[in-house]
């Protein structure tokens, strides 16, 4: 997160003497990113959070790979991915490669009785349907439908979700997520021409401090596998911090598109970026008001990135038989554009209700056994015209 943040109880002076009231000590925790090159966040706790009691095993989760040099387009159509009452278990990659696992998950319950911490890569969970609060050792975050929460890596958390019906579309991304930089000015403020500024970025607003000890499992998961860590004191013991380390939500909604007299290209969409891939955001917005405008985007060679787009809400003009739920892919190396009819029914248009979530990741992605079981395999030939198609 690109600018400073304070909650909770701090000592006037870092890396000083911070007493509690019966005038034993907090415990300083430096939790910084890039060695101690990136953002970080100094946190005061209960209890040294060093204070690992037993490692019960491991277990591999790594994505079970099905196609792994993949040069045709699909359609998943991600609300057949099965519920889950575990949150972790619900979580169900679909593409991969070695920057990121893009993930669908329906989880029906919270989670109770761990706490899980991602050790490898921050988290960007997009919530499509649900609301609840992320609870982590930084404070919580209410969410809702159409909340981005991107949780950087090492970040303990819980989720807590208000019911049964829930749909998350995540990415793991072992690269930092920042903010677009060309959005940003030297001081790392977010410039005029941004299509959102720091007030639309929510910050965590509640911290939960327990000084319990006792038996408290965290499930962290690291290279593909998850340790079940048991610590022995609550990790959710912060009195306060601040830095510039910590999850925070956005809402898609917040987004304020950027139109023109001709069609826009993708990149004006963005809204976060790593070195591997980025996220962008199509939301509502009017149309192309050049008189001869054609508002459909025009057939595109993203010849050195996969396209990944998963269509949230409203009518996707440039593509035929696409429902909420649903993911294209793209790769990179063919070409790919609207479907039959799609430009000509564009023309004259004004505005669009589409809303989706786009993932261009700059190596191939792997498509994974979960993906392959709600494929259409058939997708890669919706370009065709009808009477081709066999
Ligand atoms: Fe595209």
């Not at 696992?101 to 706490?115: H, K, M, N, R, V």
């Not at 058939?378 to 198609?389: A, V």
């Amino acid at each position: 997160m690109p600018f400073y943040h304070k909650l909770g109880k701090i000592p006037h002076k870092r890396h000083t003497i911070f007493r509690k009231p019966d005038g034993s000590l907090y415990y300083e925790q430096l939790f910084g990113t890039i060695g101690f090159d990136g953002m970080s966040s100094n946190l005061y706790h209960e209890h040294r959070p060093t204070q690992v009691k037993e490692i019960k095993g491991s277990y591999d989760v790594t994505p079970k790979v099905a196609v792994g040099n993949n040069l045709k387009s699909y359609r998943f159509r991600g609300f057949q991915i099965t519920p889950h009452p575990d949150y972790l278990q619900s979580r169900k990659p679909v593409l991969t490669n070695s920057d990121c696992d893009i993930i669908l998950a329906s989880p029906q319950g919270s989670t109770e009785d761990y706490f899980y911490k991602n050790a490898d890569a921050d988290e960007l969970l997009f919530i499509h349907k649900g609301t609840g609060k992320l609870r982590t050792h930084l404070g919580n975050l209410d969410f809702k439908y159409g909340d981005y929460l991107l949780i950087p890596r090492g970040t303990i958390y819980k989720i807590d979700f208000d019911d049964e019906d829930n749909r998350l579309f995540i990415v793991e991304s072992r690269r930092p997520i920042y903010t677009p930089k060309r959005y940003r000015n030297w001081f790392g403020q977010l410039l005029e021409h941004s299509p959102f500024c720091e007030r639309d970025l929510r910050q965590p607003h509640e911290l939960e401090t327990n000084d319990e000890k006792g038996d408290f499992l965290i499930k962290i998961k690291k290279q593909g596998k998850i340790f079940d860590m048991v610590y022995a004191t609550h990790p959710f013991d912060v009195v306060g911090y601040d830095g510039y380390n910590y999850p925070y939500a956005f809402s898609i909604h917040d987004f304020e598109p950027i139109t023109g007299r001709i069609h826009q290209p993708p990149p004006v969409h963005q809204t976060f970026e790593t070195d591997a891939f980025v996220v962008c955001s199509f939301c509502p917005r009017k149309y192309d008001y050049h008189p001869e405008s054609i508002p459909a985007p025009y057939s595109h060679s993203n010849i050195d990135s996969d396209e990944v787009l998963y269509y949230v809400d409203g009518d996707f003009m440039s593509r035929n038989d696409i429902e909420a739920g649903h993911i294209s892919l793209h790769p990179a190396g063919i070409p790919h554009g609207p479907h039959p009819g799609a430009v000509e029914r564009s023309i004259g248009q004004v505005e669009t209700e589409e809303l989706a979530v786009m993932v261009d990741t700059f190596k191939p992605l792997k498509l994974t056994e979960d993906a392959m079981e709600i494929a259409d395999e058939t997708y890669h030939k919706s370009w065709l015209e009808e009477e081709d198609r066999e």
